[in-house]
């Protein structure tokens, strides 16, 4: 069974920056990111990063928030900088294996707010 350990959320002022991070348990993944989910509104995609360095963001945070990963580690980071309070979401870490199996943290807060 894959396990999935989330850290890194919390409450930050507009402009500020946090950095979440998630280790995955077990094998290698083809897949590693983010998702978040507004309150009242559908989980969506915010950057995801394949085993070959290829990425996938959304265009709201592009030029923002920065993924990375550590495949020794079997570690995917989000740096987030410029927060807005519309990044307020529960963020979940996703990874996919290559057979196609995903699995998903059990989300992390993070609130942008003065």
């Known amino acids: 069974q894959v396990q999935l350990a989330e850290s890194g959320g919390g409450l930050v002022q507009p402009g500020g920056s946090l950095r979440l991070s998630c280790t995955a348990s077990?094998?290698?993944?083809?897949?590693m990111g983010w998702y978040r989910r507004a309150p009242g509104q559908q989980r969506e995609l915010v950057a995801v990063?394949?085993?070959?360095?290829?990425?996938e963001r959304a265009d709201s945070v592009k030029g923002r928030f920065t993924i990375s990963r550590d495949n020794a580690k079997n570690t995917v980071y989000l740096q987030m900088n410029s927060l807005k309070p519309e990044d307020t979401a529960v963020y979940y870490c996703?990874?996919?294996?290559?057979?196609?199996?995903?699995?998903w943290g059990q989300g992390t807060q993070v609130t942008v707010s003065s």
């Open positions: 996703y990874v996919r294996t290559a057979g196609g199996n995903e699995y």
């Open positions: 990063r394949t085993a070959g360095g290829n990425t």
């Open positions: 077990g094998r290698i993944f083809s897949r």
